[in-house]
T-cell receptor, first 113, second 112 residues
Framework: DAGITQSPRHKVTETGTPVTLRCHQT?????MYWYRQDPGHGLRLIHY???????DKGEVSDGYSVSRSKTEDFLLTLESATSSQTSVYFC????????????FGSGTQLSVL | QKEVEQNSGPLSVPEGAIASLNCTYS??????FFWYRQYSGKSPELIMF????GDKEDGRFTAQLNKASQYVSLLIRDSQPSDSATYLC????????????FGAGTRLAVHP
């Protein structure tokens, strides 16, 4: 399967602290996505990227920012973490067409206390 | 209204029966549609993709698309306990570059 690595896999942090999650891919895929998954909500799109330095907001972007300075890395930052951002975060990539499947990372479990 | 709607379930079916999962979407410009399966604690995996009206079959799975009515469904024939999972409908919206939106997912439980 595609080489997608999310780090860290688990993180516990305190309210008000900044947090950065990293997604690294080795497949040279153009599109990269950050989703969060909470019970009853499925996968909700936070931000996505359609190229280096090209990003756009998703459904639930408030409180999150992203950056993509290289094709292989897509960073998600919580500027000041809140308890409502406790969730499982998935990174996904897609090669170059809307008809291609997503490749998912293993997820990051984030707990904000 | 969410852009992609699914019944959350759980949908409970006996082993060997047909499971029917439904999804509606709001963007008339959407052209392609995906079904992902997610086992508890795991990442989603693609099981079906459809972009033409009508049916598409792959083994025990059939995806059905009706763009006029804006719904897409997934049928699982001869359901097995190993099919017990959450099924997520995903739709790329026409307003952005591959902006892929998922529904909340339907939890399927197949009992022996």
């Amino acid at each position: 399967d595609a080489g997608i690595t999310q780090s860290p896999r688990h993180k516990v942090t305190e309210t008000g602290t900044p947090v950065t999650l990293r997604c690294h891919q080795t497949e040279n895929h153009r599109y990269m996505y950050w989703y969060r998954q909470d019970p009853g909500h499925g996968l909700r799109l936070i931000h996505y990227s359609y190229g280096v330095k090209d990003t756009d907001k998703g459904e639930v972007s408030d409180g999150y920012s992203v950056s993509r300075s290289k094709t292989e890395d897509f960073l998600l930052t919580l500027e000041s973490a809140t308890s409502s951002q406790t969730s499982v975060y998935f990174c996904a990539t897609q090669s170059g067409s809307a008809n291609e499947k997503l490749f998912f990372g293993s997820g990051t479990q984030l707990s904000v206390l | 209204q969410k852009e992609v709607e699914q019944n959350s379930g759980p949908l409970s079916v006996p082993e060997g029966a047909i499971a029917s999962l439904n999804c509606t979407y709001s963007d008339r410009g959407s052209q392609s549609f995906f079904w992902y399966r997610q086992y508890s604690g795991k990442s989603p995996e693609l099981i079906m993709f459809i972009y033409s009206n009508g049916d598409k079959e792959d083994g025990r799975f059939t995806a059905q698309l009706n763009k006029a009515s804006q719904y897409v469904s997934l049928l699982i024939r001869d359901s097995q306990p190993s099919d017990s999972a959450t099924y997520l409908c995903a739709v790329p919206f026409s307003g952005g570059y591959n902006k892929l939106i998922f529904g909340a997912g339907t939890r399927l439980a197949v009992h022996p």
